[in-house]
């Protein structure tokens, strides 16, 4: 144990990424919203855990250390699909920096340096191990981050309204129950709850593991049983367009450390919305922002332009306009506070017809210093074919050379387990109309596939195989993204390999 003197701080977050003071660090928004509150933050970016001195630097805080192992689960950033170290990586060697099991390796530390100090998790990787969960690298169900890690409380999602809740009610000496978009452990199971198989139910039976995984939804309260206590989920807390507006309406400087070199491409980005209604079944988007967009306002995000243009180092290109789907922007519906349903993109209601969005993309054209406003997130091809006139207001003006797409897959056997719509017609109607409105520009479609998804066998394999030698042979840039499926924790993707019900 160090020496306790107190560090000045009301939070301290630990995080496995450098921190950056920029709207898509994790921790640097975390940050920024504690500060807004009037909360004193220190941030301990990218820790060498095999230095735990590293872990006290900044004391004790008043209130709580915050624990993150950045944006990416530390496991996915360590090993490729195959489980191979990246650090040996023979195409692309990579180290981290951040330990296996960041989460836990840094709560061991923490708890060790500062017995007694409070504990909260938050960020990807305890967003996805919330709950007993299949994990691909030990090939065995392991239970809730939330009790390995011996955590106070876990965040889940993005987190600001969350953190700001827990410190303004450990400043005010009340207890953490019924935080919206927590999990915490209790040893009695409170009313109100929707039991799911317990852990060691899932652990013994793969159908219990699947009915778990039924059950997953980030707007239920759930409850889960591990030996004698339970693991209670309170639902996500509704996030609003004022709360989107806020929080990126906060004073960030954007400055990109040296160390974190991979946002500098995002340097001049602006988010324009939160969620995706596509519910990939490989994605972890719907554990983490949930299955309902909400939009920023429109001034509010042509407010963050016109600041952008002001910024000395802006040189008139915004990187990107987007979110998890740029094409999503505009897609909030009015009953969605409300509806049970789980599939808005299959529901006639949801609005797809992108005019927010072209309104939106042509105001941003017009502020004073902006040269080009580029959208580089990848958009949602199947949903854009509703809205033609979107695809042409895209490739006339917000289009840099390359256009990302994610079609995943052509098979329709693979399409539908991957709860992905598109297929080679759509890919084809799609590129068409693409192309048409490019003209003579030189702008090309950059494709990600995945390859072995659970029900994905040699058959589809090949079909897939000669649908990108098609696209190639067509003139298309050789198609460089092709990933290997990787049991994400928590997806329905990662169940149907786990339990192989996609057989
Ligand atoms: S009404 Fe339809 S679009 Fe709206 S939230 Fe429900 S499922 Fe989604």
């Given at each position: 144990?160090?020496?306790?003197?107190?560090?000045?701080?009301?939070?301290?977050?630990?995080?496995?990424?450098?921190?950056?003071?920029?709207?898509l660090?994790?921790?640097?928004?975390?940050?920024?919203?504690?500060?807004?509150?009037?909360?004193?933050?220190?941030?301990?970016?990218?820790?060498?855990?095999?230095?735990?001195?590293?872990?006290?630097?900044?004391?004790?805080?008043?209130?709580?250390?915050g624990?993150?192992?950045?944006?990416?689960?530390?496991?996915?950033?360590?090993?490729?699909?195959?489980?191979?170290?990246?650090?040996?990586?023979?195409?692309?060697?990579?180290?981290?920096?951040?330990?296996?099991?960041?989460?836990?390796?840094?709560?061991?530390?923490?708890?060790?340096?500062?017995?007694?100090?409070?504990?909260?998790?938050?960020?990807?990787?305890?967003?996805?191990?919330?709950?007993a969960?299949y994990?691909?690298?030990?090939?065995?169900?392991?239970?809730?981050?939330?009790?390995?890690?011996?955590?106070?409380?876990?965040?889940?999602?993005?987190?600001?309204?969350?953190?700001?809740?827990?410190?303004?009610?450990?400043?005010?000496?009340?207890d953490?129950?019924?935080?919206?978009g927590?999990?915490?452990?209790?040893?009695?199971?409170?009313?109100?709850?929707?039991?799911?198989?317990?852990?060691?139910?899932?652990?013994?039976?793969?159908?219990?593991?699947?009915?778990?995984?039924?059950?997953?939804?980030?707007?239920?309260?759930?409850?889960?049983?591990?030996?004698?206590?339970?693991?209670?989920?309170?639902?996500?807390?509704?996030?609003?367009?004022?709360?989107l507006?806020?929080?990126?309406?906060?004073?960030?400087?954007?400055?990109?450390?040296?160390?974190?070199?991979?946002?500098?491409?995002?340097?001049?980005?602006?988010?324009?919305?939160?969620?995706?209604?596509?519910?990939?079944?490989?994605c972890?988007?719907?554990?983490?922002?949930?299955?309902?967009?909400?939009?920023?306002?429109?001034?509010?995000?042509?407010?963050?332009?016109?600041?952008?243009?002001?910024?000395?180092e802006?040189?008139?290109?915004?990187?990107d306009?987007?979110?998890?789907?740029?094409?999503?922007?505009?897609?909030?519906?009015?009953?969605?506070?409300?509806?049970?349903?789980?599939?808005?993109?299959?529901?006639?209601?949801?609005d797809?017809?992108?005019?927010?969005?072209?309104?939106?993309?042509?105001?941003?054209?017009?502020?004073?210093?902006?040269?080009?406003?580029?959208?580089r997130?990848?958009?949602?091809?199947?949903?854009?074919?509703?809205?033609?006139?979107?695809?042409?207001?895209?490739?006339?003006?917000?289009?840099?050379g390359?256009?990302?797409?994610?079609?995943?897959?052509v098979?329709?056997?693979?399409?539908?387990?991957?709860?992905?719509?598109?297929?080679?017609?759509?890919?084809?109607?799609?590129?068409?109309?693409?192309?048409?409105?490019?003209?003579?520009?030189k702008?090309?479609?950059?494709?990600?596939?995945?390859?072995?998804?659970?029900?994905?066998?040699?058959?589809?394999?090949?079909?897939?195989?000669?649908?990108?030698?098609?696209?190639?042979?067509?003139?298309?840039?050789?198609?460089?993204?092709?990933?290997?499926?990787?049991?994400?924790?928590?997806?329905r993707?990662?169940?149907m390999?786990?339990?192989?019900?996609?057989?």
């Amino acid at each position: 144990m160090i020496s306790e003197k107190g560090s000045g701080f009301d939070v301290v977050l630990v995080s496995g990424e450098p921190y950056a003071d920029h709207p898509l660090s994790g921790v640097g928004v975390i940050a920024r919203a504690l500060d807004a509150e009037g909360f004193k933050v220190g941030v301990i970016g990218r820790p060498d855990w095999r230095r735990e001195a590293d872990f006290a630097r900044l004391g004790r805080p008043r209130l709580f250390f915050g624990l993150t192992s950045g944006s990416v689960d530390s496991l996915l950033q360590n090993y490729t699909p195959l489980k191979r170290p990246r650090t040996r990586d023979p195409n692309a060697p990579h180290a981290s920096g951040v330990p296996d099991r960041a989460v836990l390796v840094y709560a061991n530390i923490v708890r060790r340096l500062f017995p007694g100090a409070m504990i909260v998790l938050g960020g990807v990787e305890a967003s996805l191990r919330r709950f007993a969960h299949y994990d691909a690298w030990e090939d065995r169900v392991r239970r809730s981050l939330l009790l390995d890690a011996r955590a106070d409380i876990l965040v889940y999602g993005p987190g600001e309204l969350q953190v700001v809740d827990i410190a303004r009610r450990l400043d005010e000496g009340r207890d953490l129950d019924g935080i919206a978009g927590t999990c915490v452990v209790r040893s009695a199971l409170p009313p109100g709850f929707k039991e799911i198989p317990s852990y060691e139910e899932v652990s013994a039976s793969k159908e219990k593991f699947g009915e778990a995984q039924a059950l997953f939804s980030n707007r239920r309260a759930l409850a889960q049983k591990h030996a004698g206590r339970w693991v209670l989920q309170y639902p996500a807390p509704e996030y609003s367009a004022e709360d989107l507006d806020r929080i990126y309406g906060l004073p960030f400087t954007r400055r990109i450390p040296a160390d974190h070199p991979g946002l500098e491409m995002g340097r001049f980005s602006v988010v324009t919305h939160r969620g995706c209604v596509g519910r990939c079944s490989f994605c972890a988007l719907t554990l983490l922002q949930g299955d309902r967009v909400v939009s920023r306002s429109e001034e509010s995000i042509l407010e963050e332009v016109r600041r952008l243009a002001r910024h000395p180092e802006f040189k008139g290109y915004v990187d990107d306009l987007g979110g998890p789907s740029a094409n999503m922007y505009g897609m909030d519906c009015p009953r969605r506070a409300t509806c049970r349903r789980d599939d808005c993109l299959a529901c006639p209601k949801l609005d797809r017809r992108h005019a927010r969005l072209i309104k939106l993309l042509r105001r941003v054209r017009e502020v004073p210093g902006v040269k080009k406003a580029f959208v580089r997130s990848g958009i949602r091809y199947d949903l854009a074919l509703e809205s033609p006139g979107y695809i042409e207001e895209l490739a006339r003006h917000h289009v840099s050379g390359l256009l990302k797409i994610a079609p995943e897959h052509v098979s329709p056997k693979v399409l539908k387990l991957m709860n992905k719509g598109g297929g080679k017609k759509a890919l084809e109607r799609f590129r068409a109309l693409f192309k048409k409105a490019s003209g003579t520009k030189k702008q090309h479609l950059k494709y990600y596939f995945m390859v072995a998804h659970p029900g994905a066998d040699d058959r589809e394999a090949r079909e897939l195989a000669a649908e990108v030698r098609r696209l190639e042979a067509g003139g298309e840039k050789p198609v460089e993204g092709v990933q290997i499926f990787t049991p994400t924790p928590m997806t329905r993707s990662a169940c149907m390999y786990w339990t192989e019900a996609a057989a």
